[in-house]
């Protein structure tokens, strides 16, 4: 079931009315999305899984006139993530960003002059040309997904854990935080901080940990962890993605 943007994405499955939800959290080339790890502060719906999905963007409109293109619509983070080519090959052409590539895609359908930047998928239901292929800026341009829902998923094997932490602020506070990881020899794979919303110049954390929460090492950091912060939110542990 698509939605026209994240939070109603998230409100659907915390309304009960989907089981599960996918959304965008971070993207090799420009960095997280904010809206994700905003929603996640609040939201209590867990990660029950990733996904990390090589992304192609092209180039579309109605007819195959490069000359012809006076506005480009995307969403923001495609607009930024082809950046340079637009910049190159479009100099000057006005770019709009809107709430989806599909909906980029519609408006390029029915506007004349206008072109989109999103998958073939789209060009394919909008009827549009490929003007140009592939026009990411990283050839190897990936986006990483989090499955969402209300369940705890048990180990694999293979997992990672995603908590949300906060402490006073004071010297060494984050070193003091983040140091049960270290003497438990638990690898913290991505840190990111956002606004908490609670206070001006008051920030909340988010943790990638490799492994379960049940495993024994990682569950004596996380109450570690627990103990010291002034916020804890255990956002789930889940199965690692594979590209």
């Known amino acids: 079931v698509p939605m026209p943007s994240i939070e109603e994405v998230f ?53 195959a006139d490069l000359s012809r293109v006076s506005r480009i619509y995307s969403h923001s983070q495609s607009l930024a993530q082809c950046r340079e080519w637009l910049d190159s090959h479009l100099p000057g052409v006005e770019c709009v960003s809107v709430s989806s590539n599909g909906e980029a895609a519609r408006r390029a359908s029915g506007e004349e002059g206008a072109a989109a930047v999103a998958g073939e998928a789209a060009a394919e239901l909008y009827g549009l040309d490929l003007l140009a292929r592939n026009i990411e800026d990283q050839p190897d341009n990936t986006t990483r997904f989090l ?57 909340v954390f988010f943790l990638d940990l490799e492994g379960h929460a049940r495993d024994p090492e990682l569950a004596l950091a996380l109450e570690e ?9 255990l956002l789930g542990s889940y199965p690692k993605a594979v590209l």
């Open 11 to 63: 409100r659907e499955v915390e309304a009960e009315s989907a089981d599960y939800c996918v959304v965008p959290v971070e993207n090799s080339t420009e960095g997280v999305v904010n809206s994700t790890l905003d929603r996640l502060v609040t939201s209590p719906l867990r990660i029950c899984g990733e996904v990390e999905l090589r992304i192609h963007h092209h180039l579309m409109a109605k007819g």
């Open 147 to 203: 499955v969402l829902g209300r369940e705890e998923v048990p180990p694999s094997g293979v997992d990672k854990t995603s908590v949300l932490v906060s402490t006073r602020n004071k010297p060494g506070a984050l070193f003091q935080l983040l140091e049960p990881l270290a003497r438990n020899d638990i690898s913290m794979t991505r840190i990111e901080s956002r606004p908490s919303r609670q206070g001006m110049w008051d920030y």
């Open 225 to 233: 962890l627990r103990r010291d912060a002034s916020l804890f939110k």
